[in-house]
Nanobody, 121 residues
C-alpha cells in the first residue's frame, strides 16, 4: 500500500510560480511512475504530466515549457514546479502512482487527496 500526500498549493497571481510536492510512503517509491493530474470545477480530471521510475517525463501540451516534474527517491517525493501560471491552471491538483511506467490516462493505483491551486488574473 502506498499513501500519497500533496502539499504546496495556494493562491498566486498570473505569471507567478508554485511548487507542489507529493510525499509517498513505502519503500518501493523508486519503482513507481508518478503522475500529476488536475481537475477544475465542472471539468473532467486531466493529465498534467508524469515521470517514470527511471526519470523520463511527459507533459500535456497546455503546460509544456511551463511545468517541470522531478523526483527525489531519497525523500520519496515527487515535485511539480509550475511557472508562468495562468488563470486556466486553476484546479485541484492530484498526484498518483503506478508501477514503473506512466500513463496519461487516470489508470493509476494510488492517489493523493489533492491540493488547490488558484491563479488570480
Amino acid at each position: 500500500q502506498v499513501q500519497l500526500v500533496e502539499s504546496g498549493g495556494g493562491l498566486v497571481q498570473t505569471g507567478g510560480s508554485l511548487r507542489l510536492s507529493c510525499a509517498a510512503s513505502g519503500r518501493t517509491f523508486s519503482n513507481y511512475a508518478m503522475g500529476w493530474f488536475r481537475q477544475a470545477p465542472g471539468k473532467e480530471r486531466e493529465f498534467v504530466g508524469a515521470i517514470n521510475w527511471s526519470g523520463g517525463t511527459a507533459y500535456a501540451d497546455p503546460v509544456k515549457g511551463r511545468f517541470t516534474i522531478s523526483r527525489d527517491n531519497a525523500k520519496n517525493t515527487v515535485y511539480l514546479q509550475m511557472n508562468s501560471l495562468k488563470p486556466e491552471d486553476t484546479a485541484v491538483y492530484y498526484c498518483a502512482g503506478r508501477h514503473r511506467y506512466y500513463r496519461s490516462s487516470p489508470d493509476y493505483d494510488y492517489w493523493g487527496q489533492g491540493t488547490q491551486v488558484t491563479v488570480s488574473s
